[in-house]
């Protein structure tokens, strides 16, 4: 049988050659001009092959190559879609099978060269990752990372278990915490590792001219007992209170790190909870003046009693409660101790006005005067008071992560004064520590203060990699560098957080200034993105990142909101589970802390393994250039 081509039966086999050849010889042209403007920077022989790729890359991603690639695939042939990490090679295939398929020879040697160029090409991506990362696990090779809470630090099971479920990286946000929490958390990842025999990586995340709210103030002392009722008002179960005799204030319900729901507490005296026992209630009236009870249900220790109320009630320090027993002996009384006041709600709606202050003062609500009408406005701080120099009237505002939105009417003294734009017609609320972003503002503030360089002083004697947080351009990772060498650590691994329209439009420049001298990822910030570039080119964006990075073989970090309902509330959509499978074409997924933390890693676990394909030979010899 003849299975040899015939020429007659590619009509269109000369032109699509010629116009292959056409675009070899532009990329090869472009390829040779970038190469030579970033040479001063390409101190690691290891990454020149990787930035001749990527010239390459940038130079085809400029042909509108549609029709091209339509006409190719319909030969049977690659569509030059997927050739970002070994573009010349890609190139030359296609015209050795043209060629061949025209009846033309091709030497014998030049086409297990391609061939072997683009397996060269996946195994350096594996490589630089793992260089970055540590060796993956067995079961996949997709790196998880996590952003380490600061109980952590007082907490080594809680860290062994994320270890033992799949960390990879211990994410420590220096925009938080202090440095005593820092050691102490990475010393348990440490611990963790040598103990489980796994590879964890610690990357410290200096927080660089990031621009997050400031502290917001406290609310009144106040314990509001809230009881889940049904559609006709009847109580569905009651609220657990714990009476505490240990000497610590008391605080509200909340979450622990593995997503319990953990009662609230209320401070007594310790003789007087030392005579309660299970049947017993405890009365009193709350500060509305209503008749409320606690029925005594268990003892946890002699500091610790569980009680249920079947009724809403607030409760503030110095509310008398009263020792009621079955024996019916005379009642004890006595009064409820020190309460931690919870930060209070600074609630924001369509129309309304917030204000960003200069002086660091902790936000508040809005003000209301007799009459109901707006006293004064809600306001909340801004991390960076440097930043008001650069703001105008007319520019846009985001808020957490594009949230809240809202429009610079004026900048004064006080600071920018918004007027909300984007938030639920109900409100939504803005606490401390949310990020901030002014996508039409130009700020050029430095990549390092003197708190970041203090912050990597840190990094260079606990970490194994440092992330630069809202970089701008190749010079903020050149500063990095330089602080790097002058530390003594130039082996330290770097990690760019791209968040910002600047910094996606300067990617190359920063891929070859980071790669060219370290190890080197890049992070896609993905909620910034959003705030900065609109929700509608999120996905575009996130594209065009990971794509350039693959053309360097640059490992890529997917961040923000991943699972964010299974990380927060146990309750993944069936989106996030979509966008799990999806994300293990990057090297690494960073999940946020949250109670549910240790569950999300096991189904990422379950959800990756199932998705990804076996990892290359990496025993691939040697790469020289």
Not at 78 to 88: K, M, N, P
């Amino acid at each position: 049988m003849d299975l040899g081509w015939n020429p007659a039966a590619v009509p269109h086999a000369p032109e699509l050659l010629l116009q292959l050849r056409e675009v070899r010889t532009q990329v090869a042209a472009i390829q040779e001009r970038l190469l030579a403007e970033w040479r001063p920077h390409l101190e690691l022989r290891g990454f020149r092959g990787s930035a001749s790729n990527l010239a390459a890359y940038i130079e085809l991603r400029r042909h509108d190559l549609r029709g091209l690639q339509r006409r190719l695939a319909g030969l049977g042939l690659t569509s030059l879609g997927r050739c970002d990490g070994h573009v010349v090679a890609t190139l030359d295939a296609v015209i050795h099978a043209l060629l061949l398929m025209q009846g033309h020879s091709v030497k014998a040697a030049d086409i297990p060269r391609a061939a072997r160029s683009m397996e060269r090409d996946r195994v350096l991506l594996y490589r630089n990752t793992n260089r970055l990362l540590g060796m993956p696990p067995e079961t996949r090779w997709t790196r998880f990372m996590v952003t380490v809470p600061r109980e952590a630090g007082a907490d080594y099971a809680f860290v062994r278990e994320l270890v033992k479920r799949g960390m990879d990286c211990a994410r420590v946000n220096c925009a938080q915490d202090d440095k005593a929490v820092w050691r102490d958390i990475i010393s348990n990842v440490r611990q963790a590792q040598k103990e489980l025999g796994r590879s964890c990586k610690v990357l410290m995340e200096l927080a660089g001219p990031k621009l997050r709210t400031g502290p917001v103030d406290v609310g009144p002392p106040v314990l509001h007992v809230k009881v889940k009722r049904d559609q006709f008002g009847d109580p569905l179960h009651p609220a657990l209170i714990v009476l505490d005799g240990s000497g610590r204030g008391g605080r509200e319900a909340m979450l622990d790190k593995a997503g319990h729901r953990v009662p609230a507490r209320l401070a007594v005296d310790r003789k007087w909870l030392a005579k309660l026992e299970p049947g017993d209630r405890v009365l009193f009236r709350d500060l509305k003046g209503r008749k409320r009870e606690l029925a005594v249900e268990a003892r946890l220790s002699d500091t610790e009693v569980v009680t249920a109320c079947a009724d809403g009630a607030y409760i503030a320090k110095g509310t008398e409660i009263e020792h009621e027993q079955r024996s019916r002996k005379k009642a004890a009384k006595t009064k409820t101790g020190a309460f931690e006041a919870p930060p209070v709600e600074i609630e924001v709606t369509p129309g309304g006005m917030l204000l960003l202050t200069r002086d660091g003062k902790p936000g508040g609500p809005q003000q209301l005067d007799k009459r109901g009408r707006v006293a004064s406005p809600a306001h909340i701080g801004c991390t960076e008071p440097a930043v008001f120099g650069f703001l105008e009237p007319g520019q846009t505002a985001w808020i957490d992560d594009g949230r809240v939105g809202g429009l610079i009417e004026k900048v004064d003294k006080h600071g920018a004064w918004l007027r909300i734009t984007r938030a639920r017609a109900d409100g939504e609320r803005i606490g401390a520590d949310r990020s901030i972003n002014f996508p039409d503002t130009r700020i050029d503030l430095p990549a390092l203060s003197e708190r970041d360089l203090a912050h990597l002083d840190v990094a260079c004697k606990h970490a194994d990699i440092v992330g630069l947080s809202f970089v701008k351009g190749a010079e903020d990772v050149d500063q990095l560098a330089q602080a790097l060498a002058e530390r003594n650590r130039r082996q330290l691994g770097i990690i760019a957080k791209i968040e910002t329209r600047a910094a996606v439009e300067k990617l190359p420049d920063i891929i070859v200034h980071g790669a060219g001298t370290h190890p080197f990822g890049v992070m896609i910030a993905r909620g910034d993105l959003a705030a900065g570039l609109g929700y509608e080119r999120v996905a575009e964006v996130e594209e065009n990142i990971r794509r350039l990075c693959a053309a360097a073989h640059v490992p890529t970090v997917w961040a923000n909101q991943g699972l964010e309902n299974l990380v927060k509330r146990d309750l993944p959509s069936r989106a996030e589970i979509t966008e799990a499978a999806i994300v293990e074409r990057s090297d690494c997924l960073m999940l946020n802390k949250g109670p549910y933390l240790l569950h999300a890693l096991s189904l990422l676990e379950t959800v990756v393994m199932e998705m990804q394909p076996p990892a290359p030979n990496t025993s691939f010899p040697a790469v020289r250039w």
